[in-house]
């Protein structure tokens, strides 16, 4: 398979892989047959990898069904992936400007949260046109999972990231607060044994502070943990900078107390409390449950 085959087939994804467009590629792979997979197969893989050898983990890049005011935060890990089989998926002329001037990844927003569908295309293919399943790791994967825990663990990679939404603005001595707090999770040894020992590799945690009723949701989606949570941003009026540190850190507790549950893992470290956080005494929690017994009251006769 010559490049300019290879690109044309990547032509049939219109610039984007994905659930809609992937389909078309792996029944033109199809028609060719056996060897044109495993062709195909191996000069994606050498793609992706001209690409992992880019400094791209450390631009923020954002995906097309980012919010709007999402902050762009450098991708790690299986979001890195996905970003590099997006932007194969996007073309010949778009690949290699990229590789000629990686910066320019931060220009536009991607639609890489399902991309890396495009290595499941080729083994669907494979398997429709043999009979047979696909053996070995797909094209841009690993298989050494005990090599990725280790790495974990010796601080090798990264493996936690947290976003901050609100549909006002988040108090910044909560915004460093939570931040710092995450960064110290990030780097301890002890919590990078205890998150080796999931089944995921990256750990990516999202809080919306908003009006809307309050949840908390633990998914996953191959080797990548989500967990989405919705906060009242009542939860900041009246705090201030301590408060604010110590309200963080319960947060955060309560998040990954949520989170072992839900994946089964053992009981996790200790989080880190900022220095100057400041408990709120039983009068501070009196007062704070009035005031949202209040703000109930209003709501219901809105």
Same mark, same amino acid.
């Given at each position: 398979?010559?490049?300019?085959?290879?690109?044309?087939?990547? $032509?049939?994804?219109?610039?984007?892989?994905?659930?809609? +467009?992937?389909?078309?590629?792996?029944?033109?792979?199809?028609?060719?047959?056996?060897?044109?997979?495993? @062709?195909?197969?191996?000069?994606?893989?050498?793609?992706?990898?001209? =690409?992992?050898?880019?400094?791209?983990?450390?631009?923020?890049?954002?995906?097309?069904?980012?919010? *709007?005011?999402?902050?762009?935060?450098?991708?790690?890990?299986?979001?890195?992936?996905?970003?590099?089989?997006?932007?194969?998926?996007?073309?010949?002329?778009?690949?290699?400007?990229?590789?000629?001037?990686?910066?320019?990844?931060?220009?536009?927003?991607?639609?890489? *949260?399902?991309?890396?569908? =495009?290595? @499941?295309?080729?083994?669907?293919?494979? @398997?429709?046109?043999?009979?047979?399943?696909? =053996?070995?790791?797909?094209?841009?994967?690993?298989? $050494? @999972?005990?090599?990725?825990?280790?790495?974990?663990?010796?601080?090798?990679?990264?493996?936690?990231?947290?976003?901050?939404?609100?549909?006002?603005?988040?108090?910044?001595?909560?915004?460093?607060?939570?931040?710092?707090?995450?960064?110290?999770?990030?780097?301890?040894?002890?919590?990078?044994?205890?998150?080796?020992?999931?089944?995921?590799?990256?750990?990516?945690?999202?809080?919306?502070?908003?009006?809307?009723?309050?949840?908390?949701?633990? +998914?996953?989606?191959? %080797? %990548?943990?989500?967990?989405?949570?919705?906060?009242?941003?009542?939860?900041?009026?009246?705090?201030?900078?301590?408060?604010?540190?110590?309200?963080?850190?319960?947060? =955060?507790?309560?998040?990954?107390?949520?989170?072992?549950? *839900?994946? *089964?893992?053992?009981?996790?470290?200790?989080?880190?409390?900022?220095?100057?956080e400041i408990p709120p005494t039983k009068q501070d929690e009196a007062t704070h449950a009035r005031l949202e017994e209040l703000r109930q009251r209003h709501l219901k006769h809105l």
């Open positions: 398979m010559t490049e300019e085959d290879f690109w044309s087939l990547i $032509d049939l994804l219109g610039g984007a892989a994905n659930q809609r +467009t992937t389909p078309a590629l792996a029944e033109s792979l199809v028609r060719q047959g056996k060897n044109r997979v495993e @062709e195909f197969a191996d000069m994606l893989a050498e793609n992706l990898q001209h =690409l992992a050898s880019e400094p791209l983990s450390g631009i923020p890049a954002r995906d097309v069904n980012d919010p *709007s005011d999402a902050p762009r935060v450098p991708l790690v890990g299986d979001a890195l992936i996905n970003l590099h089989f997006a932007v194969v998926a996007a073309g010949s002329s778009r690949f290699q400007q990229i590789r000629k001037h990686p910066d320019q990844v931060a220009d536009c927003a991607w639609d890489f *949260s399902e991309s890396d569908g =495009l290595a @499941e295309a080729v083994s669907t293919a494979y @398997e429709i046109a043999t009979g047979q399943p696909w =053996l070995g790791p797909l094209p841009g994967f690993s298989t $050494d @999972e005990s090599e990725e825990s280790t790495a974990i663990a010796m601080k090798d990679i990264s493996w936690l990231n947290l976003a901050l939404h609100g549909d006002n603005d988040i108090p910044a001595a909560y915004f460093d607060a939570a931040g710092t707090i995450v960064d110290m999770i990030h780097d301890d040894p002890q919590w990078r044994t205890w998150w080796s020992r999931a089944k995921q590799r990256d750990l990516e945690i999202e809080i919306q502070y908003t009006s809307q009723a309050e949840r908390s949701r633990v +998914t996953t989606r191959k %080797r %990548r943990a989500f967990v989405s949570v919705r906060r009242n941003g009542s939860c900041f009026q009246g705090l201030n900078k301590g408060r604010l540190a110590y309200l963080a850190a319960t947060d =955060l507790e309560a998040i990954f107390t949520h989170l072992s549950t *839900s994946l *089964s893992l053992a009981t996790p470290p200790p989080v880190p409390r900022p220095a100057h």
